[in-house]
């Protein structure tokens, strides 16, 4: 099946500092990446959709500002988490999506590990 | 409005029985239905799902689901339990006219006891 990739896989910083994670799709193109954020014994919590070329589309109550999402190319998007807190730490997971229609599956990233002290 | 339903938080299983993950749906439009398991300290992994046509879909691990339109249900079966099921399993829906975006279940623990 399709690989997505994330880096860092776990990161502590310190409050205040910016933190970015990347999110790769390594053997296809996404034109649509899907940022989550999982709690502990949790669902996932859509944040918001970052489409290739152009601006992310924000769920409700998610800070654009905050929460930077970067699509600059067909396999890499990338999530800054600017001037971090420690409400912020949580478990951050990218997803990929592939094909169309019916044929339309998401294929999800091992997740980051946010840390905030 | 779109939404779904795992019933319950956890299934406890012992090996070799056969196991169910029940998951309602409710959407406006026909559903699209996914199945994903979450190991510990791991990313989701794609299990099968519904878009159309045989309401019995097979997928990894020899998991499958039956989509019941009158009871809106899409449960996760397996004739046989592992102990290596044991995971975070989660049913996701979402409306054929949506834009790809999911509604989540709020996951169920799966045990398997040896």
């Known amino acids: 099946g399709a690989v997505v990739s994330q880096h860092p896989s776990w990161v502590i910083c310190k409050s205040g500092t910016s933190v970015k994670i990347e999110c790769r799709s390594l053997d296809f193109q996404a034109t649509t990446m899907f940022w989550y954020r999982q709690f502990p014994k949790q669902s996932l919590m859509l944040m918001a959709t970052s489409n290739e070329g152009s601006k992310a589309t924000y769920e409700q109550g998610v800070e654009k500002d905050k929460f930077l999402i970067n699509h600059a190319s067909l396999t890499l998007s990338t999530l800054t988490v600017t001037s971090a807190h420690p409400e912020d730490s949580s478990f951050y997971i990218c997803s990929a999506r592939v094909g169309r229609d019916v044929l339309e599956t998401q294929y999800f990233g091992p997740g980051t590990r946010l840390l905030v002290l | 409005a779109q939404s779904v339903a795992q019933p319950e938080d956890q299934v406890n299983v012992a090996e070799g029985n056969p196991l169910t993950v029940k998951c309602t749906y409710s959407v406006s439009g026909n559903p699209y239905l996914f199945w994903y398991v979450q190991y510990p300290n791991r990313g989701l992994q794609f299990l099968l799902k519904?878009?159309?046509?045989d309401n019995l879909v097979k997928g990894s691990y020899g998991f499958e689901a039956e989509f019941n339109k009158s009871q809106t249900s899409f449960h996760l079966k397996k004739p046989s339990a592992l102990v290596s099921d044991s995971a975070l399993y989660f049913c996701a829906v979402r409306d054929e006219d949506s834009n790809y975006q999911l509604i989540w279940g709020a996951g169920t623990k799966l045990i398997i006891k040896p």
């Open positions: 519904y878009i159309t046509g």
